[in-house]
């Protein structure tokens, strides 16, 4: 693509031009900016629903008042635009060039960022300097997994803000700390954001693995969809305690107090080695903004 070389991959029975990939990475960003996902927006329902404090009441309803604003004027979210990252999953039976499909979704993020257009908020780590794209050194993060659906290929953008993003955290626990220790680190986190993550938040924790891997697990759950579950027996049920006990902290919508500190806790494990226990936080503030196309022989289909 970069030469200017027309190349198709192949979704099963149907050509997959880079163009719509280029295309629909562009949209998928746009998208993410403007378009709160349903469980969320079902998910402040359930905490106005639920809240006791009078302050913290009014601050949930100021916020889902903006967001309905935002929706209905076609404005942003949040002014934020993020450090973008994409997942991409390959189903069986698809023939995919990784390469070129990264070189699409980057040229697609800068398109973005140029012709809506929006803020870049990416920078050179050392000279600090903007090139207006988005894009940059490793930047727009691209993932690759795989996936059992049979000629499907799904590209998931989700816009990571510094409010969140700022309060991440890992800490190489052993052993002989026990589950009370990685609890005790959970719940001092959250007291340490407090209200710089925008709260309510979802908070993301990964257990186990290397220390990369770990933090990248606190991500995952960070950006699952609210509703979902740890497919770890024993992760589903630390979701459950830890959700419990974050909202016990008072910290509340926007750090003002009150009950609604958080959506929800979600947790991904891995297995470690026998001599450590990592744990890793990593935050979704109250605008848990994500997008995902989904490429298959019928064509592409936009969702969440």
């Known amino acids: 693509m970069g030469q200017g070389r027309a190349r198709t991959e192949y979704l099963g029975q ?9 295309d629909a990475a562009k949209e998928l960003y746009i998208r993410a900016l403007k378009l709160l996902p349903p469980d969320i927006k079902t998910g402040f329902s359930g905490l106005a ?14 916020m889902i008042r ?5 929706e209905d004027t076609d404005n942003l979210l949040c002014q934020d635009t993020g450090i973008p990252i994409y997942n991409v999953w390959i189903g069986r039976n698809i023939e995919a060039d ?10 697609g993020c800068a398109r973005a960022t140029r012709e809506y ?3 870049s908020s990416v920078v050179h780590p050392v ?15 691209i993932h690759f997994d795989y996936t059992d659906k049979v000629d499907t290929l799904e590209i998931e953008m989700i816009p990571k803000g510094s409010g969140s993003e700022n309060n991440s955290f890992l800490k190489m626990a052993i052993p002989a700390d026990g589950m009370d220790a990685i609890k005790t680190f959970v719940i001092d986190c959250v007291l340490d954001a407090g209200g710089k993550t925008c709260p309510p938040t979802i908070v993301g924790v990964g257990v186990g693995g290397t220390a990369d891997l770990c933090v990248h697990l606190s991500k995952v759950a960070a950006t699952r969809p609210l509703g979902s579950r740890c497919s770890d027996r024993e992760g589903a049920k630390l979701e459950e305690a830890l959700t419990a006990a974050v909202n016990q902290l008072g910290v509340g919508p926007q750090g003002l107090g009150g009950d609604s500190t ?6 991904e494990t891995a297995a470690t080695h026998i001599t450590m226990n990592p744990v890793a936080v990593n935050m979704q503030c109250h605008s848990a903004r994500r997008a995902r196309a989904t490429f298959t022989p019928k064509g592409i289909e936009y969702g969440y």
């Not at 629903?49 to 601050?59: F, P, Q």
Request: with cysteine; charged share 25%.
């Open 262 to 267: 958080s959506f929800a806790v979600h947790v």
């Open 98 to 107: 990784g390469v070129t499909i990264k070189e699409a979704i980057r040229k």
């Open 49 to 62: 629903a639920k809240e006791t404090d009078a302050t913290a009441k009014g601050v949930l309803g100021t």
């Open 117 to 119: 257009p929006l803020r």
């Open 14 to 22: 149907v050509k997959l031009d880079p163009q719509q990939v280029e």
């Open 66 to 70: 903006n967001i309905t604003v935002a």
């Open 127 to 141: 000279t600090r300097k903007n090139e207006h794209t988005s894009c940059g050194r490793y930047v727009p993060v």
